[in-house]
C-alpha cells in the first residue's frame, strides 16, 4: 500500500514523545527485535510492534489511532526485556492507546471495564452470590467501593472523556 | 514473623478461590501473616490502556491504603503485582509526581502515599523469604511421582526493573526451584516464557485463545501431570477456557492447572478442601489421591 504524504502528520511522534511511556519512541532503530519476541505476532499477523512504532514515526495519526491492532498488545513485556533500544514498546503502546481514547477511539471492551469500575471498583461486581461462595469456604466477605473510583476518575477527567454523549464520536 | 496485607484483587476473589484458600492456609502454616485491608479496590491495571493518570490514581490509592496499615502489601495476581509494583517504583524515584499524584489522591480519596512500603507477589515471597530450606522442611507428603510444567506468566516477573530482577526473564528459575523443593518433578518445555494472552481476551478473543492452545499442546506433549501456575488470570486462560479450546481446535488436552501454593499446600499435608482442590475445573484423580484425607 502506497503511503500518501498528505496523510503524515509531524507532531505525533512529538505527542507520542511527551506522553508517559511513550519518551523513547525516537530511540527506535527498527531492528525487529520486539516483533520476534512478540508472542502475538506468532499467532496472527495483524499485531507488528515494529511497524507500528515505524507508522507511528512517519506520522501516520489516523491508520494507527483508528487500527484495531493497537489493542493487540498483551502487554506481557517480552519486547521491554529484550529491545537493545530500551525504547520501553509496552508502555509506548499505551501512550499510544491513551492519545487513541483523547481522540475518540476506545475498545469497547476497555469501555466496559471503566464501566465496571465506576460502579464497582472492581472488575466483577460483588453480589450477595459472591460472597454466599466465598463464605462456604470459609473466606471472609469482599466489599465494593464505588465512591473512591467515581470521585478519582472525577478528578482525573476520565468520566467526563468517555462519558456517554461522547461515545458516538468513536 | 513475615507480615503483610494481602491484596486481593478482582479476578482471584470472584474466580480462584481455590488460589486464595491455597495461599491463606499454606501461608498460616508457614508463618506468613496476612492482613485484609477491606477498601482495597482495582489495582489500576485494565486502565493503563485508556488513562495513564487514572491507573496512577488506582494504583496509589491502593499503596496509600496499605501504608496507613504500616503493612508491605503480598499480591496474588501477577498483573496487580505489576501494575502495584510499577506505580510504587514510579513514586518511589519521582518525588514531582508523587506529590502530583497526591494532590489528586487527597482530593478524591482523602489519602497520601509517602512511598514508604513494597510490593511483592505471594509466590516470590516463598522463595525470598520463607526460603526454599524452609519449604523444604515443611513437606510431609512425597510428590516425586509428579511431574509438572511450570508457567511464569509475565508480570511476575516484568518488567524486571519492577521487580528488582529477582529473576532472569528469558530462563526464569524461581518456579521450577519452587516445585522441586515441594518435592516433585518440574519439566523442561518449548515455549515456558510465553505469555497466556488473558491481557487481549476482551480485544480479540480468537487471537487471545491462540496463545493458551499453543501453550497447552506443548504441555501435553511433556506428558505432565499439570501446569502450575501463579496468577488467577492465566487461570482464566489454561483452565477456564480449556474446553473452549478444545472445541475451537477440535482437540482434547484435559490438562490440569495448579496453582502454586496449591502444590505446596499438598506437599505439606493440607487437605483437598484446604488447597481448594476440589474447585479445581480439570479434575485429577492423581492429584486428589494425594492429598491427605482429614
Same mark, same amino acid.
Given at each position: ?24 519512541? %525516537? ?9 520476534? @519476541? ?12 515494529? %511497524? ?14 483508528? @487500527? ?5 498488545? @498483551? ?12 525504547? %520501553? ?12 481514547? %483523547? ?68 | ?6 491484596? *486481593? ?41 485508556? +488513562? +495513564? ?25 501477577? /498483573? ?50 520463607? &526460603? ?11 510428590? /516425586?511421582? *509428579? ?49 497466556? &494472552?488473558?491481557?487481549?481476551?476482551? #480485544? ?5 485463545? #491462540? ?11 511433556? &506428558? ?38 496449591? *502444590? ?6 493440607? /487437605?483437598?478442601?484446604?488447597? &481448594? ?6 479434575? /485429577? ?10
Amino acid at each position: 500500500m502506497d503511503i500518501d504524504s498528505s496523510q503524515m502528520d509531524p507532531t505525533f511522534v512529538d505527542e507520542i514523545a511527551a506522553e508517559p511511556g511513550g519518551e523513547h519512541i %525516537r530511540c527506535c532503530f527498527a531492528c525487529g527485535t520486539c516483533t520476534a @519476541s512478540c508472542p502475538v505476532r506468532e499467532v496472527t499477523e495483524r499485531y507488528n510492534p515494529r %511497524r507500528i512504532i515505524h507508522m507511528a514515526v512517519l506520522g501516520l495519526r489516523d491508520a494507527v489511532v483508528s @487500527s484495531d491492532f493497537i489493542w493487540l498488545c @498483551s502487554t506481557c513485556y517480552a519486547c521491554h526485556e529484550r529491545c537493545p533500544q530500551d525504547v %520501553r514498546i509496552t508502555e509506548l503502546m499505551h501512550a499510544i492507546k491513551n492519545i487513541a481514547v %483523547r481522540q475518540g477511539h476506545i475498545h469497547p471492551s476497555f469501555r466496559q471495564q471503566f464501566d465496571m469500575l465506576s460502579g464497582h471498583g472492581r472488575l466483577y461486581d460483588i453480589t450477595t452470590l459472591e460472597n454466599e461462595r466465598r463464605a462456604e469456604q470459609g473466606l471472609p466477605a469482599i466489599a465494593e467501593q464505588p465512591a473512591d473510583f467515581q470521585r478519582i476518575f472525577a478528578v482525573t477527567g476520565l468520566d467526563v472523556l468517555i462519558q456517554p454523549e461522547t461515545r458516538g464520536a468513536e | 514473623m513475615i507480615r503483610y496485607a494481602l491484596y *486481593l484483587g478482582c479476578t482471584a476473589p470472584v474466580r480462584a478461590l481455590n488460589y486464595e484458600l491455597a495461599a491463606r492456609h499454606v501461608a498460616a502454616r508457614l508463618g506468613i501473616e496476612l492482613r485484609d485491608i477491606d477498601d482495597f479496590g482495582c489495582c489500576g491495571f485494565p486502565l493503563k490502556s485508556v +488513562h +495513564h493518570q487514572s491507573a496512577l490514581l488506582l494504583a496509589a490509592r491502593n499503596l496509600a491504603l496499605a501504608e496507613r496499615q504500616g503493612l508491605d502489601v503480598c499480591a496474588l495476581c501477577s /498483573s496487580c503485582t505489576g501494575t502495584l509494583a510499577e506505580a510504587n517504583h514510579a513514586l518511589q524515584c519521582d518525588a514531582e509526581l508523587r506529590d502530583r499524584v497526591n494532590r489528586d489522591l487527597q482530593a478524591a480519596a482523602g489519602l497520601r502515599y509517602n512511598g514508604t512500603i513494597q510490593v511483592r507477589h505471594f509466590v516470590r515471597i516463598l522463595y525470598e523469604e520463607v &526460603g526454599l530450606d524452609r519449604i523444604r522442611e515443611a513437606v510431609t507428603v512425597d510428590l /516425586s511421582g *509428579l511431574r509438572l510444567a511450570a508457567h511464569y506468566g509475565c508480570h511476575y516477573l516484568k518488567p524486571t526493573e519492577v521487580h528488582d530482577h529477582f529473576d532472569d526473564p528469558e530462563n526464569p528459575r524461581s518456579l521450577d526451584r519452587l516445585i522441586e523443593a515441594a518435592g516433585a518433578q518440574s519439566l523442561f518445555y518449548e515455549g515456558r516464557e510465553q505469555c497466556c &494472552g488473558g491481557g487481549i481476551l476482551g #480485544a480479540d478473543e480468537g487471537t487471545a485463545l #491462540a496463545l493458551p492452545r499453543l501453550k497447552l499442546e506443548r504441555v501435553v506433549a511433556t &506428558g505432565a501431570d499439570a501446569l502450575v501456575i501463579v496468577c488467577p488470570f492465566c487461570d482464566i486462560m489454561y483452565e477456564l477456557q480449556q474446553r473452549r479450546i478444545e472445541k475451537l481446535y477440535e482437540t482434547r488436552f484435559n490438562l490440569p492447572v495448579l496453582f502454586y501454593p496449591q *502444590l505446596l499446600g499438598l506437599a505439606m499435608g493440607l /487437605s483437598a478442601d484446604e488447597v &481448594g482442590l476440589t474447585l479445581n475445573r480439570v479434575k /485429577s484423580r492423581k492429584l486428589m489421591d494425594l492429598a491427605v484425607r482429614p
